[in-house]
């Protein structure tokens, strides 16, 4: 970087010596004269050396070099800070510098911010995982104030310095310290301390997962009885009892256990005071729908069915259901929930995991698995889809549907003005998504289809099959559909047609779909005012362009 010239350092040492220390043939005038010439060479290189030396080092270097030194950091002189003070400065940034990539290097920079640390090779207690680290922080010059913000710095900081062939596994904020590390784990100075609280896990972030507040909470437990009161140390029996109790703002959580009923909900919540259905441990209550067409049905509006697992049903594991246009129901919501194995016979009454039915209006279903729907060795049915959107204002974001005998994603009879959002939707028999009406004088349009992977279906990856207008097809990715793209009356943009590169891509549906570093899925999605909050995993979606498909790349 250039800068100001920098002074020599003055060196007259082989000047001097040269005639001292030569035989006295060389002690005459023009022996003299020979050894000045080589004393005063060498005393130039010495002090081009010790001036090169000087100038690399910044404990010692004088006030010019020092500010080189600073600027090949990208430091600037503050005005009036004093010689040494400027020389804390540029070594802190020369030492950051030099042990960048190391471990050493790690704990300067988190101390850098004001936190001691211990940093443990995960290979330490996993000899399976190479590669990967963890670390735990105490306080040292500042105490860990929980935001957003200063857990961003301090992953930031682990990215930036961290060895680059390395993988932050986990990252945890301990309320006290010393804490060190050796093979036989995790130790404090003086021995036998314990843990104080709990630490904070900083990374991986949480997976969230809904925790509403109701007016008031009432449970459901397998051991319980519909004579006690519902609350949580003595909770009703059945789900359907619980439901003919509960009012607009109400919560019932479900505990874990195997249900074997069909579940309907009845009731309505308001837009403020919602009725919140829901599992109290993500698929930890099961509807066992055996011998029923449904697993559960919603009645009413303003009403969330969150996190349960459905099956066995013979036409519907979820639905919000209403064919009748005096009687529409709006704004009902399917999250978090887990459909599998409903097995409709292929007839015109059809079936579904999951269905937003004809007058059921600006309803949603995100953050589903639904998987085995119909019978998938029967072959391709055109009645039997994964969600089935049917009326007006669906927003389907965030699932993974795969394994089912008709369209993955379909939307038939009055759907306009739908949302479909990063979507992961993979070997449907028939395709991945439709659009389409079959009601006369019906367009269906207003659709926007972004970020999502339509790949490995049978006969379509996306499709506008009838009466449509104009719908928006954005950043979605396509591949090995026999026909990627079959639109009536759209156009579709930003387009990619690759392996979307599963980690571990299973056609029997026990695979894992979440994406490879390689992807090219990952940070190509649009930026849209619905995209998810979150990923299938209920982990965040990261700053900047969103990955494409229903799992985000969770890398520091």
């Given at each position: 970087?250039?800068?100001?010239?920098?002074?020599?350092?003055?060196?007259?040492?082989?000047?001097?010596?040269?005639?001292?220390?030569?035989?006295?043939?060389?002690?005459?005038?023009?022996?003299?004269?020979?050894?000045?010439?080589?004393?005063?060479?060498?005393?130039?290189?010495?002090?081009?050396?010790?001036?090169?030396?000087?100038?690399?080092?910044?404990?010692?270097?004088?006030?010019?070099?020092?500010?080189?030194?600073?600027?090949?950091?990208?430091?600037?002189?503050?005005?009036?800070?004093?010689?040494?003070?400027?020389?804390?400065?540029?070594?802190?940034?020369?030492?950051?510098?030099?042990?960048?990539?190391?471990?050493?290097?790690?704990?300067?920079?988190?101390?850098?911010?004001?936190?001691?640390?211990?940093?443990?090779?995960?290979?330490?207690?996993?000899?399976?995982?190479?590669?990967?680290?963890?670390?735990?922080?105490?306080?040292?010059?500042?105490?860990?104030?929980?935001?957003?913000?200063?857990?961003?710095?301090?992953?930031?900081?682990?990215?930036?310095?961290?060895?680059?062939?390395?993988?932050?596994?986990?990252?945890?904020?301990?309320?006290?310290?010393?804490?060190?590390w050796d093979p036989a784990g995790l130790t404090w100075d003086p021995p036998g301390q314990v843990w104080g609280a709990p630490p904070i896990q900083l990374w991986p972030e949480q997976a969230y997962y809904p925790n509403p507040i109701g007016l008031r909470t009432f449970y459901v437990a397998p051991t319980g009885s519909n004579s006690n009161p519902g609350t949580q140390s003595q909770p009703w029996a059945t789900i359907n009892y619980a439901i003919s109790q509960l009012v607009a703002g109400d919560v019932l959580r479900v505990m874990d256990g195997v249900y074997n009923e069909y579940v309907h909900i009845n009731r309505s919540g308001t837009s403020t005071d919602r009725i919140v259905v829901m599992s109290h441990n993500k698929h930890g209550a099961k509807i066992n729908a055996t011998g029923n067409n449904y697993g559960i049905t919603i009645g009413g509006s303003y009403v969330d069915v969150i996190g349960f697992e459905v099956y066995g049903a013979s036409r519907v594991g979820i639905m919000s259901w209403t064919y009748n246009p005096a009687n529409v129901y709006q704004n009902n919501r399917v999250m978090w929930c887990y459909v599998h194995d409903i097995i409709p016979p292929c007839d015109s009454d059809g079936g579904a995991g999951i269905v937003l039915s004809t007058y059921s209006e600006n309803c949603e279903a995100s953050y589903n698995v639904v998987r085995d729907i119909g019978d998938y060795s029967a072959g391709p049915c055109n009645w039997i889809h994964g969600i089935y959107a049917q009326g007006y204002g669906a927003l389907v974001r965030g699932n993974l549907v795969h394994r089912v005998r008709g369209y993955g994603l379909d939307n038939w009879h009055r759907p306009k003005d739908g949302r479909i959002i990063n979507n992961t939707v993979i070997n449907c028999r028939y395709g991945g998504l439709s659009l389409g009406t079959d009601i006369p004088g019906f367009t269906v349009d207003g659709y926007i289809v972004a970020n999502n992977i339509f790949a490995l279906n049978g006969s379509y990856g996306v499709q506008e099959v009838a009466q449509t207008g104009v719908n928006q097809f954005i950043n979605n990715l396509v591949w090995n559909n026999p026909t990627n793209w079959a639109l009536a009356s759209s156009t579709h943009q930003n387009s990619i047609n690759a392996d979307p590169r599963f980690v571990d891509y299973q056609a029997s549906g026990n695979g894992n779909y979440r994406l490879l570093q390689s992807s090219p899925a990952i940070n190509a999605g649009a930026l849209l005012s619905q995209l998810p909050d979150y990923d299938l995993d209920g982990l965040p979606r990261l700053r900047g362009a969103p990955d494409i498909g229903a799992y985000e790349l969770q890398e520091v």
């Open positions: 970087m250039p800068g100001p010239e920098i002074d020599l350092v003055p060196v007259r040492l082989y000047e001097d010596w040269l005639p001292e220390l030569a035989p006295p043939w060389l002690q005459k005038e023009r022996g003299r004269a020979l050894l000045n010439g080589w004393g005063q060479a060498l005393d130039e290189y010495a002090s081009l050396t010790a001036t090169g030396l000087l100038a690399r080092w910044a404990a010692l270097a004088p006030e010019d070099a020092l500010n080189r030194l600073g600027a090949e950091r990208g430091l600037t002189r503050y005005p009036g800070e004093s010689l040494e003070a400027w020389r804390t400065r540029v070594r802190g940034a020369w030492e950051f510098w030099q042990w960048s990539g190391t471990e050493y290097g790690l704990s300067v920079a988190l101390a850098q911010l004001g936190y001691a640390s211990a940093i443990v090779p995960v290979w330490t207690y996993d000899t399976t995982r190479w590669s990967e680290f963890d670390v735990y922080l105490y306080p040292d010059a500042r105490q860990y104030d929980g935001t957003p913000e200063e857990r961003a710095r301090i992953l930031a900081i682990i990215n930036k310095v961290k060895p680059a062939h390395t993988r932050l596994s986990a990252a945890y904020y301990v309320g006290f310290g010393p804490l060190t």
